[in-house]
DNA sequence: CCCTTGACCTGGAGTGACTCCAATACGTTA
DNA sequence: TAACGTATTGGAGTCACTCCAGGTCAAGGG
């Protein structure tokens, strides 16, 4: 299939995809006779995995070893399956890390907001 | 105090304060004889404001324009006051839906993160 | 008196992860 | 033949910092 419907399938835009494409996060995408991208059900697969990673807000660089272990020769081997394990371990251990961030900041917009619309109720009395 | 304790004090790094300035998101802060900026304390408040929003992941520009209500002449006055209201409103509904994101995103993670365990497990059998 | 140290100053370049754009190519339709 | 739609490329722009080179100034040490 074509790069749109790469895009449509996987999430990612266009320009996203050629990105990628260009930072070796991809494998090698055929081309037509025409020199466009012709994306393979297995590409799309991996844009996908991509975008969920990418949605995490995962560093690209954390992506791309993530990427060279899922395309290694030995990419189904016990050691490269650790090696993306911890990288997804490591990442959703940053995950917990930021929503309690967001639990502490949500308490303070909260806070924030209840003194504003406390003021602004009695602002006649 | 100079600006080593206000960064201290506020949790903004000293480039960040320097950088916030330049941007006009600060009440003009006041020189010493030898052009060293010197924050009073209400300046301190301010800044440890702009840092929970910052770490909240507000726009610039949304932050800009809390600024310049708050720094406005009538800034107490109910419309100014609902204007910033409005502002961290609006901040709390995208921190809402980024939590739901947050926890599609981790579900994921943890899906994935269950097929490789579960694969290395059974690896030698 | 000079030298070093340390805290600060400035303007400007670099970063990450896209995102947008201009110029170009090619096949199809009117 | 011209316009249209879909793609190509390299390169510039964006956001929110972050880092750096080169400089000033006051105090302390030899």
């Not at 055929?30 to 996908?48: E, H, I, K, Q, Y």
Request: proline content about 3%; glycine content about 4%.
């Amino acid at each position: 299939m074509r790069i749109a419907e790469a895009s449509a399938r996987s999430g990612l835009t266009q320009d996203t995809i050629r990105f990628y494409e260009k930072s070796h996060m991809l494998a090698p995408i055929t081309r037509d006779a025409r020199g466009w991208r012709d994306f393979s059900a297995d590409d799309v697969n991996w844009l996908t995995t991509l975008e969920r990673l990418r949605v995490t807000g995962m560093p690209l660089d954390d992506v791309k070893h993530f990427a060279a272990s899922a395309h290694a020769p030995d990419a189904d081997s016990p050691a490269q399956q650790a090696t993306r394990l911890a990288l997804l371990q490591a990442h959703a251990e940053t995950l917990a890390a930021r929503r309690a961030e967001l639990d502490i900041c949500e308490a303070y917009l909260n806070h924030k907001i209840k003194i504003y619309t406390d003021r602004l109720e009695t602002k006649d009395g």
